[in-house]
């Protein structure tokens, strides 16, 4: 950490001793979201997102669903992306990661969710992100997009050096993003190349962003996206301007970050 870097004070985050803690918070937030129907009233839109960091959030929305506090019933919901060319029952894919944890174990319509596909031909991948675009626009736009960070500071499959403005489309996974998933996978060579995922410019024009980050490995990437250069080549940078952006932490993530007043301890 370069001692001359510090944290915008208009950046809002907050900092929880676990994750576990942060998971709970960020249920919270989208609890609330969903209860509060959205700015459409007609039902909140939900940008959701796979990996490891929200599992225990989905856990958590899950056990208040069963516990019959929350529905889902209301809900628009997109995913950010989805690995290309792979398919929906490949355990591996997010839409498969989406049923296990969240779709299939609460009320939520799955007409009323879309993830791109990950079985859409090649020549069709212009139109079928263009139908994503134009189905998030047509809900009224989302409410709330939950973020991860990869360790490279891509967030969806936005790799560094990836536009601002970008939309949905067809990405190339770099070699960091594809090693991370090999394990999954079982072996480098069985992840794809490709994806198709939300640009920074769909993820911005959400009226609130929660990004999300947990445990120490995340450390040194969130303060480089928080208090270093805002640039492509650490995509997260980018939406630090963004009105709605609430970073929310675990202790140790937030290790390597300078200290402010300011920062919401819970
Ligand atoms: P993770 O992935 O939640 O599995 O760490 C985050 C990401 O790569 O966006």
Same mark, same amino acid.
């Given at each position: 950490m370069n001692p001359t870097d510090s944290i915008d004070a208009s950046l809002r985050i907050t900092v929880c001793d676990?994750?576990?803690?942060?998971?709970?918070?960020?249920?919270?937030?989208?609890?609330?979201?969903?209860?509060?129907?959205?700015?459409?009233?007609?039902?909140?839109?939900?940008?959701?997102?796979?990996?490891?960091?929200?599992e225990g959030v989905y856990a958590e929305l899950v056990r208040r669903h069963e516990r019959r506090e929350l529905s889902f019933g209301e809900v628009w919901a997109f995913n950010l992306d989805e690995y290309w060319p792979l398919p929906p029952e490949h355990?591996?894919?997010? =839409?498969?990661?989406?049923? @296990?944890? $969240?779709?299939?174990? *609460?009320?939520?319509?799955?007409?009323?969710?879309?993830?791109?596909?990950?079985?859409?031909?090649?020549?069709?991948?212009?139109?079928?992100?263009?139908?994503f675009e134009a189905r998030v626009v047509s809900t009224g736009g989302l409410d709330l997009q939950l973020l991860g960070i990869g360790r490279n500071g891509h967030v969806a499959f936005n790799e560094p050096g990836s536009p601002e403005d970008g939309r949905t489309r067809r990405v190339e996974l770099q070699a960091a993003t594809r090693e991370d998933a090999a394990a999954a996978f079982g072996g480098l060579d069985a992840v794809p190349r490709s994806a198709i995922s939300m640009g920074l410019g769909t993820i911005a024009s959400a009226r609130r962003l929660l990004l999300?980050?947990?445990?120490?490995?995340? =450390?040194?990437?969130?303060? @480089?996206? $928080?208090?270093?250069? *805002?640039?492509?080549?650490?995509?997260?940078?980018?939406?630090?301007?963004?009105?709605?952006?609430?970073?929310?932490?675990?202790?140790?993530?937030?290790?390597?970050?300078?200290?402010?007043?300011?920062?919401?301890?819970?």
């Open positions: 676990s994750a576990a803690e942060a998971q709970v918070l960020v249920a919270d937030r989208i609890a609330a979201t969903i209860v509060s129907g959205g700015v459409t009233g007609h039902g909140a839109v939900l940008g959701l997102a796979t990996g490891r960091t929200p355990p591996c894919s997010f =839409a498969a990661a989406m049923r @296990r944890d $969240l779709i299939d174990r *609460v009320d939520l319509d799955p007409a009323h969710w879309w993830i791109p596909d990950g079985t859409c031909p090649e020549e069709r991948l212009v139109e079928h992100a263009a139908e999300v980050a947990l445990g120490s490995h995340k =450390a040194g990437i969130v303060a @480089r996206a $928080l208090t270093g250069p *805002v640039t492509p080549e650490v995509p997260a940078s980018l939406l630090r301007g963004h009105p709605g952006l609430e970073v929310v932490l675990d202790r140790a993530a937030a290790a390597e970050l300078p200290a402010r007043a300011g920062v919401i301890e819970r």
